[in-house]
């Protein structure tokens, strides 16, 4: 398996913790900087690694920054990402698993609560199955507008 890293200023330090743990594990990781704390612009640093996830499939993305929101949302902008802001393990588990997440965004928890989200979504398979219905339903929203959603009520 490949990663690709990144971050900006905030997360810069656990992002060098977590591209650490990662390559003593022996995984590939392609860190993308930034390669000092100055101030930097997530919006960017989280396109390239979607870019970069895109084109090479089977790879997957670490996203470190003030909050993990920002670079999430600006993953998701990328064609064929599905990027999570996982706030726990079972959140983490569950977006692997169920949604086949491929962009794994983080900060707003302690070092050790980062490092065993980090631990389950690496570990984490997707279930496929039935959640693979589901995920393709994601996929196509890249290619058009959702249909309407069928009001029960009527």
Same mark, same amino acid.
């Given at each position: !398996?490949? $990663?690709?890293?990144?971050?900006?200023?905030?997360?810069?330090? +656990?992002?060098?913790?977590?591209?650490?743990? #990662?390559?003593?594990? /022996? $995984?590939?990781?392609?860190?993308?900087?930034?390669?000092?704390?100055?101030?930097? *612009?997530?919006? #960017?640093?989280?396109?390239?690694?979607?870019?970069? @996830?895109?084109?090479?499939? /089977?790879?997957?993305? +670490?996203?470190?920054? &003030?909050? &993990?929101?920002? !670079?999430?949302?600006?993953?998701?902008? %990328?064609? &064929?990402?599905?990027?999570?802001?996982?706030?726990?393990? *079972?959140?983490?588990? +569950?977006?692997?698993?169920?949604?086949?997440?491929?962009?794994?965004?983080?900060? !707003?928890?302690?070092?050790?609560?980062?490092?065993?989200? +980090?631990?389950?979504?690496?570990?984490?398979?997707?279930? /496929? &199955?039935?959640?693979?219905?589901? @995920?393709?339903?994601?996929? *196509?929203?890249?290619?058009?507008?959702?249909?309407? $959603?069928?009001?029960?009520? %009527?």
């Amino acid at each position: !398996m490949k $990663i690709y890293a990144s971050s900006d200023h905030a997360g810069f330090e +656990l992002r060098q913790e977590l591209v650490g743990i #990662l390559r003593g594990r /022996g $995984i590939d990781v392609d860190d993308r900087g930034p390669v000092d704390p100055r101030s930097c *612009d997530y919006p #960017l640093a989280a396109t390239e690694v979607g870019r970069l @996830v895109r084109n090479d499939p /089977g790879s997957r993305g +670490l996203l470190v920054c &003030g909050s &993990g929101i920002g !670079m999430c949302m600006a993953a998701n902008k %990328v064609q &064929g990402v599905r990027a999570v802001d996982a706030w726990n393990v *079972d959140s983490a588990r +569950l977006s692997r698993a169920h949604n086949d997440a491929n962009v794994l965004c983080a900060r !707003m928890v302690s070092k050790a609560e980062a490092r065993a989200i +980090l631990d389950v979504w690496i570990a984490t398979a997707f279930d /496929g &199955g039935r959640h693979a219905a589901r @995920v393709a339903q994601i996929d *196509d929203r890249d290619q058009a507008v959702a249909p309407p $959603i069928p009001n029960p009520s %009527v």
